[in-house]
């Protein structure tokens, strides 16, 4: 997807050829890269542009059912996929995390208490293994946030960290640890994965 104004958006085949049916045009300018989800002949391609149109095309380049759908700010985060959530999530500049189902519902929007924020980043894993993911969010700042699948506040966060984590074993007991750089270049690790 590069950035201009055709907001042309392509995808390529393992050969490094354009599939059938792209490249799709975007309703306006896109200054998120697009996210992808799924594998195979279901796979999906998600973009959203800077004013809100949040679309998902299949792999033929046909828009999905339900989409577009309009989401109210500005966005240059890309889209984050939950496969055990099944659903899409977003971040605005003016500080809303968004929830879309697959079908293109509206699951849901959280104010976020840190305000908004130009540069935001989202993560989504199951760190605690119960098959649903959590959501983590990075920008604005030295805090890293982190949310449950229905865009409520984990417990423990913020934490300090500038950008978004890594879940390593740093510690070599054999369970994963989070890893965040702080602002001020230092490092904080979390044991288990949680604050």
């Known amino acids: 997807l590069p950035r201009s104004f055709d907001s042309a958006l392509y995808l390529f085949g393992p050969e490094l ?3 059938p049916g792209w490249p799709v045009t975007l309703s306006g300018l896109a200054s998120a890269p697009p996210a992808m989800a799924g594998e195979g002949g279901s796979a999906r391609v998600a973009a959203v542009t800077e004013a809100g149109e949040f679309c998902v095309w299949t ?12 989401l109210y700010g500005t966005f240059d985060a890309p889209p984050a996929w939950a496969p055990g959530l099944r659903s899409w999530y977003l971040v605005s500049v003016e500080g809303t995390l968004w929830r879309v189902g697959p079908d293109g519902s509206l699951l849901g929007s959280a104010p976020l208490s840190r305000g908004g924020s130009r540069d935001s980043a989202l993560l989504v894993r ?10 983590y969010l990075a920008g604005g700042g030295d805090a890293l946030y982190a ?28 369970d994963r640890d989070m890893v965040t750089r ?13 604050p």
Do not use: M
């Open 59 to 70: 792999q033929s380049g046909a828009v999905d059912d339900g989409f577009p759908v309009t």
């Open 147 to 174: 949310f449950a699948g229905d865009l409520s506040p984990l417990q423990g966060y913020p934490v300090a960290g500038s950008g978004l984590p890594s879940f390593i074993d740093a510690d070599g007991d054999g």
């Open 17 to 19: 050829s354009i599939l």
């Open 126 to 135: 199951d760190e605690d293994g119960d098959g649903r993911e959590e959501i």
């Open 182 to 194: 702080g602002a001020d270049d230092t490092v904080h690790a979390h044991q288990g994965g949680t």
